[in-house]
């Protein structure tokens, strides 16, 4: 137990032979659990945990008989977590590179200040975040600035950091079943955690770069992550702001939104109706200009509401 809170350590590994073993004995003695989820690996690392298990009574390994992706590995972890009646959730991936010496930040930070999960932010943790490839870096700010507009957490970046800590009590509460099951998994989870309020906090936390291999495929997750953050935008908004309490983000987002495409539509045809010997006249142009603007004026009213809104 940690602070009188028990914690489980939730590790989603696929083909991490090499690496699991020092994953699982790293992690600290006042952990109560260590569930492994072994996502239809292809080498030893059944093996590897089997092993690990001998020597630690506290590891667990589960094993699908598919492959499912981090997010559905970590979110199997989640249940099981909650079945064994755990307090505290905390997500070590496989490849031993989310070092175990800071999950104490982690644990302090969601216990001391009332937190409902927190995630290790690595450009925090300034100048280690450099230690990030380039095109990592450039890609990780991309999406960190798409999930704030789809999560409402204005205030979190390094969105793709998967070292997280989560009360059990807030996954609960979750619809676990739409948690997203590959490398959209953390984009999904903090836009779940907005839709009940949870209040998310970054942590400074360094990641070890090491001898394992991203198994992310930008042609491949991207394309993924981004329809995920776009469908869960939406549902956010819904959900928060028109089902379960209606808000005038609501109302400015959606009137400046049909008023912003009014403008747009009405403006191309203005445009298209211009080529050639036809002028378009003042008031057709008018049309178009002052539904624009003010259609952007909601969407930024819209926009800082939002960000006002966001759970502290």
């Known amino acids: 137990m940690y602070k009188s809170k028990k914690v489980a350590v939730v590790v989603p590994a696929y083909n991490e032979e090499g690496l699991i073993a020092a994953t699982l004995r790293g992690v600290p003695e006042f952990v109560d659990s260590i569930v ?27 094993r699908h008989a598919d492959n499912q992706g981090v997010g559905g590995a970590v979110v199997d972890g989640y249940r099981q977590a909650i079945e064994d009646g755990m307090d505290i959730a905390v997500v070590m991936a496989g490849d031993n590179q989310m070092p175990s010496e800071h999950l104490t930040r982690l644990l302090d930070h969601l216990i001391d200040n009332g937190y409902d999960a927190v995630k290790g932010n690595r450009f ?25 507009l789809a999560s409402g957490y204005w205030s ?39 839709i009940i309020n949870a209040r998310v906090a970054d942590v400074a936390i360094p990641a070890v770069y090491g001898k394992e291999q991203s198994a992310i495929r930008l042609w491949r997750d991207v394309p993924r992550i981004l329809g995920t953050l776009f469908t869960g935008f939406w549902r956010r908004i819904f959900l928060k702001y028109v089902l379960y309490n209606f808000h005038p983000i609501a109302l400015f987002f959606f009137a400046g939104l049909a008023l912003v495409l009014w403008g747009v539509g009405v403006g191309a045809w203005a445009v ?12 057709t142009v008018m049309l178009s200009v002052l539904p624009f603007l003010l259609g952007f004026q909601l969407l930024l009213a819209a926009l800082v509401l939002d960000i006002i809104n966001e759970p502290r």
């Open 36 to 62: 492994v989820i072994d996502d239809a690996s292809m080498d030893a690392t059944a093996a590897c945990v089997t092993e690990v298990a001998a020597d630690d009574p506290r590891v667990v390994l589960m």
């Open 272 to 283: 298209a109706y211009s080529i050639g010997p036809e002028t378009a006249s003042s008031g």
């Open 156 to 194: 979190i970046f390094d969105a793709q950091n998967g070292y997280w800590a989560v009360t059990t009590e807030s996954l609960r509460r979750l619809d676990l079943s739409r948690i997203a099951q590959r490398y959209d998994l953390e984009n999904s989870m903090l836009i779940s955690m907005n």
């Open 124 to 148: 925090l943790a300034s100048p280690t975040a450099m230690n990030m490839p380039r095109h990592r870096i450039l890609g990780n700010i991309v999406l960190t600035l798409l999930t704030k």
